[in-house]
């Protein structure tokens, strides 16, 4: 391979969106300003202040040096651990919810992966991202994590499936799993107007996902120390926080591209479609991660029988009859 065969591969259009826009560099750096916005966020809730000194711009350098800090700091593996599982499911953990973001259509030719079926691919992968995290948990033979991966467990089982169903609704009304497609079908309406409880459904379930408040009973400070992240320390600790901010940026974007006409909006003047598109997906994911951010500000943790009450008795139910009204609107409306 020639220097110019090399500069050409490196420049190519294929490259840069893995690597750069919608690609790794992105979804890392899109993960680290996740954590230092909802630092000040919870602040102003509070009336505090939040990250300040670190950086001249508010704080904004404040997760560089904590990541650092972490970095440097030892690794520290309990002597009953099965020592394998416990280092490398951590950075498979964070691996994996990476993959989700070359399925996902930041704009017309935006996407790193386009498939017809680029949901289903997007949701597979969604479904598959915890079990390195309960290996993690069975891999530090401790108590705490024990109940910790057991919590995770019901919790993800109560709550993929009526995610699942959310989606099967998108899926009856536009029939395709084409994710660009879906958008496209919302030209006119956003499925947000006729699939509301789709929506509901989807998003209460993706912050169940997440492992946010009201719904972060796997790893509750004031019952199991930390969780199944107990006896994890410096970078193996920095990978698990890095997983579940990638998850949780990834299902917010996945909701816009649902159920708020993607990177649909008003046209900006002077500006190509290509930038104003990824502009308007961004923001909309933004305000949605707002709402879900705020929640660990204003909400309390629900019990563990009312979390599985929650999923399998009440988000079940109405995923099915928003199914059935998917299935009407798709045969006598759209």
């Known amino acids: 391979m020639t220097w110019k065969t090399l500069l050409d591969l490196l420049l190519s259009d294929s490259m840069i969106k893995a690597a750069v826009f919608p690609g790794v560099t992105f979804v890392i750096v899109l993960a680290m300003m996740t954590v230092w916005y909802e630092r000040k966020l919870l602040a102003r809730v509070a009336l505090r202040i939040g990250p300040l000194h670190v950086g001249k711009v508010a704080g904004v350098f404040q997760l560089v040096g904590d990541g650092v800090k972490l970095i440097a700091k030892e690794v520290a593996v309990p002597g009953r651990a099965l020592k394998s599982g416990f280092v490398l499911m951590p950075i ?136 199944w992240t107990t006896e994890y320390s410096g970078i193996l600790y920095e990978l698990i926080m890095l997983s579940s901010y990638l998850k949780l940026n990834a299902l917010m974007i996945l909701t816009v591209l649902l159920f708020f006409g993607g990177w649909m909006g008003p046209p900006i003047p002077f500006l190509p479609e290509t930038i104003t598109a990824p502009f308007w997906l961004l923001l909309k994911s933004l305000i949605l991660l707002s709402l879900v951010l705020l929640f660990r500000g204003v909400y309390p943790r629900v019990t563990i029988d009312r979390l599985l009450d929650i999923g399998w008795r009440i988000l079940i139910p109405l995923a099915l009859i928003n199914l059935f009204a998917a299935a009407l609107l798709s045969a006598y409306v759209f």
């Open 92 to 227: 498979l953990g964070a691996f994996i919810p990476m993959m989700i973001y070359p399925f996902l259509p930041f704009g017309a030719d935006w996407i790193i992966f386009p498939s017809e079926i680029g949901l289903l691919l997007a949701f597979a992968v969604i479904a598959v991202s915890p079990i390195p995290l309960l290996l993690a948990a069975w891999s530090s033979r401790s108590k705490y994590p024990f109940l910790g991966m057991l919590r995770l467990a019901f919790q993800l089982f109560a709550y993929e499936v009526p995610m699942f169903l959310a989606l099967a609704s998108v899926v009856v009304l536009s029939g395709t799993f084409n994710l660009e497609k879906i958008v496209a079908e919302q030209a006119s309406l956003p499925y947000v107007f006729p699939l509301p409880l789709s929506f509901l459904v989807f998003f209460i379930s993706s912050i169940a996902e997440s492992e946010r408040i009201p719904f972060d009973l796997p790893t509750a400070e004031q019952e199991l120390v930390a969780g």
